[in-house]
Every structure is written in structure tokens, then in C-alpha cells.
């Protein structure tokens, strides 16, 4: 054994080669970040932030920025509750609303409150603090599952309440004059017209001043919370979510860890709150639904649990895949690269993943000339394909300059290459989309790679097959099942996320 | 010479089953004071109980005087009472420099604003307190320095395991430093080196050392008094010579020679 190697014992050797392949997007990631310092990296997202509203002035891009902005607030917030202190928090959702609702109280007419905002926000920020400590007080003394449970009631109580608190009796207050009872919260019709932020007599009306706001708060949150991390108290929840017996032995207050680290996330998700009721003008209790956990807590898992540049990526792919995927031409660009990509990750070689493209646009000619031939004027026009070509929105502009400059013979292959039956699509799909399950399930079985490659030609052209005329016309279906696959099968590959460590657990 | 730890009349109860019974000892500061006995005699249990993990039903455990039964773990740890496991416990997905560095959690003299505004202080207690885990690490000889700081700690052999959880238990500046089973699955050549180790830990930096140990060559080359438990009582007390020839020792061993 050589002095470099003592104490790497086969086991380790072999778990760090394997290490070595898994993590090339991480490294790809961190090893362009470590060069740069961290007001770098920083300053690096905020140009790239600001370069969405120089890029485009459409409003809906830039919609979709702000809300990535949001998002990725909130899962930095939540990423410090779950990934660094390793709490199942299921009531992030209601820190984020109660942040809302205080901004309406203490900026709207409807309490005839008008704060301004540099006092409005960072008391609400250090009010979240606070009820997340109070809710974390008893609760924390609950693991696991407990703690889920009761951290979900309490988002779903939040939810209730903002929505029925309509008609209260506020009588027994002393001090308090009321006729009859009070509407405290408006119900379902929320609380509107609310201030809009305003900074030293800056006002953000627009939502491009509102984009840039977040984005701003976003750099300082991560900030925060990258120097939390690289401290005693980041070395103390990692630590804790490691062995929580081990780190309370070694000193480290457990309980009042947690507790911090919840309130913090808490705070974060009320500063959130405010930003997203401000610029929404109104705040309503639907706002704050269990959609928006499960949202956030895959902008979490997706990127990573622990990584703060993973939350960043989590929300870009959270937030604007499922808008790009309303559009069905992108989402079938989309499938299309997304198909290509999945096979390069998956045939070693990968030159030969250029033969079997070759392959399967072969089959589809010969199966498209057979049929032809056999029942001509029973073949219906691409649906998707066909209109990939002609008109793009500007973003993407270069694409179909591209597919513009092709020769003509090669634009017919791509348009024509899949054999689109006439009759009943649905029940065609149905039998294509069985097949395709057991192609699938027969290709992962198969270790060999010729014959996997045999295997995978009519699999590609079945799945091509399935999403032209079963899925590519179902917008709402496509989406959801879009991100469900990704999700699925991104944790198969990545259980630890896309920019997230592998963590090891052996005794 | 006062008593560092005074363990009176202690009791534990698993369900109806009595793991320790009545248990008394005194340890004395700067020595070391063995504990040893077949598996299953309580030895562990004894551990947790001085270290806060688990409450005697009964009893009191006095630390410099005072009583910390009741306390948290933690704060056991903070008034200077560390430990090692004997199924290792290490963060080990941290690097190692991380693992010693994050034992030091309650000595660090920096604040939430130190934190967040990065404020010289930071720094200086950051330096200082990394300074102090490359000694502690250093005290291992080179196994545990340079480029090992940053290599996380599922890299390491089960004897620098070991090792690394003695650093991490010296990082929370103790008085007392309980080690549970130390040269456990370590080679002979180790085990040798693990046993002056501990004479050192006593000798230079002047720890009192509460020793569970099965290997009788380190129990006898280096405690101070040794006391032998079987089915949670106490049998046999006194030097290492004494204690092994006694008859209910010698029995006690044989008898469950299996384990
Ligand atoms: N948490 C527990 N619950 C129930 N029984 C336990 C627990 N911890 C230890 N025991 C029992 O206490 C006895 C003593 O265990 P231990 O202290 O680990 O022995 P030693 O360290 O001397 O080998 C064993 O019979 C063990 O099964
Ligand atoms: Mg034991």
C-alpha cells in the first residue's frame, strides 16, 4: 500500500470511481463555480437575471423569470428546513401565505394600514421567524412521520382559515367597538388592492420592476444562506441530518438547531410571501395550496437536496418546462431532444447512438413506403412535426433558421419518416403505447449491445409513434405526465438530484 | 484527591430487564479507570448513562461534585464529559476536518451577525478553531493531516475511524473522555498503538479516561484501576493483577467464554 492510498480500502476505491462517473454535471457545475468567488457567482446570477429583460420584453418571458425568482427563494428556504437540517416540513407553504396576508394587513385599505414597505418587510420576515419558532417549539419534539403530519395540518388549518375567518366575533375584545361580526380575511375573494412595493419614493408598478426586486432578494437570501452554511451552524445541521445521536453527544444542541433552521426557512418564506403579494396586488387564500408544496418541494429533491445552486436549477426546470410544455411544439422539440439525450446517457458507445438514429429514420421510411404502397391515402399528416417547422417564437429563432437551411430531401425525411395511420388514433395508441411498455421493460433487461441496440430501433419508433398521436394533442395531460416522467426518471439516475452530493451510509 | 466522577447507587431497567444493578464507583481525575466484563455486562449502557443518552431509574452520577443527571447530552458534553461509540459514529459524509471542526460547536465565540456579516471576529474564531482540529488530528501522527482535512470521512480505514472519533471527542475541550471499546477490530500493530495513545492522552493532555476495553494486553498495560461488571453489577474493583486472579472474575469470563 502506497502512503497516498492508507486507509482506502477496494470498497471505497471502487464507491469513488463510481462517484467519479455520477458526478460529471456536478463537477461540470462546481468545478466552473469554485473558480469563481462567491460575489462572483453572485454577481454572475445577477447579470443573468437582469439579461432576461434586455433579452426580451415579452411579458409573459418575463412572468415566467419571476416567478423562477420566487421559486427559487422559497426552495432556498425550504432547502435550509429539508436539506440541511433534514426536516420533513409539510407546512412550508403556510409561512409563505401568513408573509402574504401580513403584507395585505399592513399595506391595503382594507385595514386602512399603509406601512412602508422597508418596515413592512423586514418586520414580516422577522415575524415569520417567530411563528416558525412557536409552531417549531412543540413540534420539533415529534420525528419523522409526526412531524410531517403536523406541520401538513397546520399548512391545510392556514389554508382554512384564511378562507372562512369571513364572519368572526370579535365582541369579547376589550377596547374594540364592532357592529356585528367582523370579516377578517374575505374568504375566498381575497384581500386586493394592496400597495405595491416602494423604496426612498421608487414605486414598482411594473413586473419587470418586480422581477428585478426578486431577484435582488433572491442574491441576498442566497447569500445569507450560503454564509450560514459555511459555518459552525452549517457544520452543526450537517452533522445532525448525519447522525443526530452522534452530533448531540458531540455538544451540538439538536433540538434548538432544528428549531433555528426552521424558523429561518420560515422567515425566508414570509420575506417570499411579501413579494409575491405585493406584486400580485392581492393575496388569496388559493394562493397558498398544496400544489405549491409539491412544486417546491420538487425544485428542491430535483436539484438536490443541500445544494444551493441545485435550488436554482430546480426552479428553472420546475417552473419553465411546464410553461414551455404548453406550447406543443416546443414540448415535441422537448421529446424529441429529450429521447436523443436519454440514449446518449444510456448506449456506451456513444457513436453508436448516431447508428441507430440512422436505423430508426430507415425503418420509418421503409414502414412509411410499405404503407403507402399498400394503403395509399390511409396516412394522416404528421401532427406535430410537420408544424415544428414553420413558425417559432422568437426565442428560438436560430432553430428554425437551422431547420430553414436544411436541404429539402432531408426536411421530407424528418416530416415524413413515421407512418400516421388514419381511423381510430386513440385505440392505435393505445395497442402502440402496450407495445412500447413491454419494448421498454425487454430493453432494460438487456445487458448485450447489439442486441440492445436491435431492441431499442422499433422501441424509438414506437415512442415517436405514441407521442405523435397519443399525447402530443392532450396539452394539460402531456405536461403533467412530462413532468412526472422527468422526475421519475431523473430520480432513478440522480436519487441524490441533479447538483446534489451522493451521500453514503455504511456501518 | 477528590473524585472526577462519582456514580452512586445507579439502577437501569430495559423493559424489566435489569442491565445495571446498583452500581457504584468512584473515577478518579488524571487516571485511568477501566471497565471490563464479558458482552452484554452493561459496559455500554453504563456510557450512555454518564453521558446523558439514557436517565438511571435511580441513583445519582456526580461530575466535579455536581449532579448532570437529568441534563441533556449536549450540556453533559458542553461541562466536559466526551465520548466515542463503539459502533463508530461518524458524520461520514463530512470531511474530516469537518468532523473535528463541528465538535467545537459550543466553544465558538460568534454570534448570528458574526455569521451572516462575515465580521472579522468570524474569521479569527474560524482560524483559530481549525487550527486547533489540525492539532488534535496531528496528535495521530501523519495518518490524519494534510491532504486528509478535506477528504470526507467514509474514506478512511476503520482503525483511522476509530482515531477520528477520539479527535472529534477531544475537540469539545473534556475533562473526561469516555472510550467505548477503542481498539476494537484494529490488528495487533494497531491495537499497540491505540494503547500508547491513550497513556499519552492521559499523561500529556491530562484527560481523566473512563476505558471499555475487551483486549486485555491495553486494559493491562495502562489502567490506573480497573472494574470488572457482569450482568450490570459490579464484581470486582482494584489493579489490574488483583482483579484478574479474582475467582468471580476468572469465572465470569469463562464461564460465557462464547461472547
Ligand atoms: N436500548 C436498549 N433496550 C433494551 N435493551 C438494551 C438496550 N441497550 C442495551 N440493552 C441490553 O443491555 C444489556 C447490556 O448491553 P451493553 O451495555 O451494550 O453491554 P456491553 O457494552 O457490556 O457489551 C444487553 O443485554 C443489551 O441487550
Ligand atoms: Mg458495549
Known amino acids: 500500500m502506497t502512503e497516498q492510498r492508507i486507509g482506502t480500502d477496494e470498497w471505497v476505491e471502487q464507491h469513488e470511481a463510481?462517484?467519479?462517473?455520477?458526478?460529471?454535471?456536478?463537477?461540470?457545475?462546481?468545478?466552473?463555480?469554485?473558480?469563481?468567488?462567491?460575489?462572483?457567482?453572485?454577481?454572475?446570477?445577477?447579470?443573468?437575471?437582469?439579461?432576461?429583460?434586455?433579452?426580451?420584453?415579452?411579458?409573459?418571458?418575463?412572468?415566467?423569470?419571476?416567478?423562477?425568482?420566487?421559486?427559487?427563494?422559497?426552495?432556498?428556504?425550504?432547502?435550509?428546513?429539508?436539506?440541511?437540517?433534514?426536516?420533513?416540513?409539510?407546512?412550508?407553504?403556510?409561512?409563505?401565505?401568513?408573509?402574504?396576508?401580513?403584507?395585505?394587513?399592513?399595506?391595503?385599505?382594507f385595514t386602512g394600514v399603509h406601512l412602508p414597505t422597508l418596515l413592512t418587510i423586514p418586520l414580516i420576515t422577522v415575524l415569520g421567524a417567530v411563528v416558525g419558532f412557536l409552531l417549531g417549539l412543540p413540534s420539533l419534539r415529534l420525528v419523522g412521520d409526526y412531524l410531517a403530519i403536523v406541520t401538513l395540518a397546520f399548512g391545510q388549518i392556514f389554508v382554512q382559515l384564511m378562507t372562512?375567518?369571513?364572519?368572526?366575533?370579535?365582541?369579547?375584545?376589550?377596547?374594540?367597538?364592532?357592529?356585528?361580526?367582523?370579516?377578517?380575511?374575505?374568504?375566498?375573494?381575497?384581500?386586493?388592492?394592496?400597495?405595491?412595493?416602494?423604496?426612498?419614493?421608487?414605486?414598482?408598478?411594473?413586473?419587470?420592476?418586480?422581477?428585478?426586486?426578486?431577484?435582488?432578494?433572491?442574491i441576498l437570501v442566497l447569500l445569507f444562506v450560503h454564509h450560514l452554511n459555511n459555518s459552525r451552524l452549517g457544520r452543526a445541521w450537517r452533522a445532525m441530518r448525519e447522525d443526530e445521536l452522534a452530533a448531540e453527544a458531540m455538544g451540538m444542541p439538536t433540538r434548538l438547531l432544528k428549531l433555528q433552521a426552521f424558523a429561518i426557512g420560515a422567515a425566508i418564506a414570509a420575506?417570499?410571501?411579501?413579494?409575491?403579494?405585493?406584486?400580485?396586488?392581492?393575496?388569496?387564500?388559493?394562493?397558498?395550496?398544496v400544489t405549491l408544496l409539491i412544486t417546491l418541494y420538487g425544485v428542491v429533491v430535483l436539484g438536490g437536496l443541500g445544494s444551493l445552486p441545485g435550488v436554482l436549477l430546480g426552479a428553472v426546470i420546475m417552473i419553465a418546462v411546464p410553461e414551455i410544455l404548453r406550447d406543443i411544439e416546443l414540448a415535441s422539440l422537448l421529446f424529441y431532444v429529450g429521447s436523443v439525450v436519454a440514449l446518449i446517457g444510456l448506449?456506451?458507445?456513444?457513436?453508436?447512438?448516431?447508428?441507430?438514429?440512422?436505423?430508426?429514420?430507415?425503418?420509418?421510411?421503409?414502414?412509411?413506403?410499405?404503407?403507402?404502397?399498400?394503403?395509399?391515402?390511409?396516412?394522416?399528416?404528421?401532427?406535430?412535426?410537420?408544424?415544428?417547422?414553420?413558425?417559432?417564437?422568437?426565442?428560438?429563432?436560430?432553430?428554425?433558421?437551422?431547420?430553414?437551411?436544411?436541404?429539402?430531401?432531408?426536411t421530407s425525411i424528418v416530416r415524413n419518416w413515421l407512418a400516421i395511420p388514419v381511423g381510430n388514433q386513440e385505440l392505435i395508441g393505445n395497442i402502440a403505447l402496450a407495445i412500447l411498455i413491454v419494448l421498454i421493460l425487454i430493453a432494460s433487461r438487456i445487458k448485450q449491445t447489439t442486441q440492445l441496440l436491435i431492441t431499442l430501433v422499433p422501441?424509438?419508433?414506437?415512442?415517436?409513434?405514441?407521442?405523435?398521436?397519443?399525447?402530443?394533442g392532450q396539452e394539460s395531460v402531456t405536461r403533467l405526465i412530462f413532468v412526472g416522467v422527468v422526475l421519475i426518471v431523473l430520480m432513478i439516475y440522480r436519487p441524490h438530484g441533479l447538483l446534489g452530493t451522493q451521500r453514503i451510509e455504511i456501518v | 484527591m477528590s473524585a472526577q466522577l462519582e456514580l452512586k447507587h445507579i439502577n437501569k431497567n430495559f423493559g424489566g430487564l435489569r442491565v445495571i444493578n446498583d452500581l457504584s464507583f468512584v473515577a478518579q481525575p488524571g487516571q485511568i479507570t477501566s471497565l471490563i466484563g464479558p458482552n452484554g455486562a452493561g459496559k455500554t449502557t453504563l456510557l450512555n448513562l454518564i453521558s446523558g443518552i439514557y436517565q438511571p431509574d435511580d441513583g445519582d452520577i456526580l461530575f466535579d461534585g455536581v449532579s448532570i443527571v437529568g441534563l441533556e447530552p449536549h450540556e453533559i458534553t458542553q461541562r466536559g464529559i466526551a465520548r466515542t461509540f463503539q459502533t463508530l459514529r461518524l458524520f461520514l459524509n463530512m470531511s474530516i476536518i469537518e468532523n473535528v471542526m463541528s465538535a467545537s460547536f459550543s466553544r465558538a465565540q460568534m454570534n448570528l451577525i458574526?455569521?451572516?456579516?462575515?465580521?472579522?471576529?468570524?474569521?479569527?474564531?474560524?482560524?483559530?478553531?481549525?487550527?486547533?482540529?489540525?492539532?488534535?488530528?496531528?496528535?495521530?501522527?501523519?495518518?490524519?493531516?494534510?491532504?486528509?482535512?478535506?477528504?470526507?470521512?467514509?474514506?478512511?480505514?476503520?482503525?483511522?475511524?476509530?482515531?477520528?472519533?477520539?479527535?472529534?471527542?477531544?475537540?469539545?475541550?473534556?475533562?473526561?473522555?469516555?472510550?467505548?471499546?477503542?481498539?476494537?477490530?484494529?490488528?495487533?500493530?494497531?491495537?499497540?498503538?491505540?494503547?500508547?495513545?491513550?497513556?499519552?492522552l492521559r499523561d500529556e493532555a491530562g484527560y481523566t479516561i473512563i476505558l471499555i476495553e475487551h483486549d486485555m494486553s491495553v486494559v493491562g498495560g495502562i489502567s490506573d484501576h480497573v472494574i470488572v461488571l457482569d450482568h450490570g453489577e459490579k464484581i470486582a474493583e482494584g489493579d489490574f493483577e488483583d482483579v484478574v486472579t479474582d475467582e468471580r472474575v476468572v469465572e465470569a469470563y469463562l464461564g460465557r467464554k462464547s461472547s
Open chain 1, 18 to 109: 463510481r462517484l467519479a462517473t455520477q458526478s460529471e454535471l456536478r463537477e461540470l457545475v462546481y468545478g466552473f463555480g469554485e473558480q469563481l468567488p462567491l460575489w462572483g457567482r453572485l454577481g454572475l446570477l445577477l447579470l443573468i437575471g437582469l439579461f432576461v429583460p434586455v433579452l426580451t420584453s415579452n411579458p409573459f418571458h418575463i412572468r415566467i423569470a419571476a416567478t423562477i425568482a420566487l421559486m427559487a427563494t422559497l426552495g432556498v428556504g425550504l432547502n435550509v428546513v429539508v436539506g440541511y437540517a433534514g426536516l420533513l416540513d409539510l407546512g412550508f407553504v403556510a409561512f409563505y401565505g401568513i408573509g402574504a396576508y401580513a403584507y395585505a394587513y399592513l399595506s391595503s385599505d
Open chain 1, 164 to 218: 372562512s375567518l369571513t364572519r368572526v366575533d370579535l365582541s369579547w375584545v376589550p377596547f374594540l367597538t364592532t357592529d356585528g361580526p367582523v370579516n377578517l380575511t374575505r374568504g375566498p375573494n381575497g384581500i386586493i388592492e394592496l400597495d405595491s412595493i416602494s423604496i426612498f419614493g421608487f414605486v414598482a408598478d411594473t413586473l419587470t420592476e418586480n422581477y428585478i426586486i426578486r431577484l435582488v432578494v433572491l
Open chain 1, 271 to 289: 420575506l417570499a410571501g411579501t413579494l409575491f403579494a405585493a406584486e400580485q396586488k392581492a393575496v388569496f387564500p388559493a394562493n397558498f395550496d
Open chain 1, 459 to 472: 422501441t424509438m419508433y414506437l415512442l415517436a409513434l405514441v407521442w405523435e398521436i397519443r399525447l402530443s
Open chain 2, 114 to 200: 458574526d455569521i451572516v456579516f462575515r465580521t472579522p471576529r468570524f474569521r479569527r474564531e474560524e482560524q483559530r478553531l481549525r487550527n486547533e482540529a489540525e492539532e488534535k488530528l496531528g496528535f495521530f501522527g501523519s495518518r490524519l493531516v494534510g491532504y486528509r482535512f478535506d477528504q470526507p470521512a467514509y474514506s478512511l480505514s476503520y482503525a483511522n475511524r476509530r482515531r477520528l472519533e477520539i479527535a472529534r471527542a477531544m475537540m469539545t475541550n473534556p475533562k473526561i473522555l469516555l472510550l467505548d471499546e477503542p481498539a476494537a477490530g484494529m490488528n495487533p500493530n494497531e491495537t499497540l498503538e491505540v494503547t500508547a495513545l491513550i497513556g499519552q
Open chain 1, 347 to 410: 448506449i456506451k458507445p456513444r457513436r453508436l447512438v448516431g447508428l441507430l438514429l440512422l436505423n430508426v429514420a430507415i425503418i420509418g421510411l421503409l414502414v412509411q413506403v410499405i404503407a403507402e404502397s399498400i394503403w395509399p391515402d390511409s396516412l394522416a399528416e404528421l401532427p406535430s412535426v410537420a408544424s415544428v417547422f414553420p413558425e417559432f417564437s422568437v426565442s428560438i429563432r436560430f432553430v428554425t433558421a437551422i431547420i430553414d437551411s436544411l436541404p429539402e430531401i432531408v
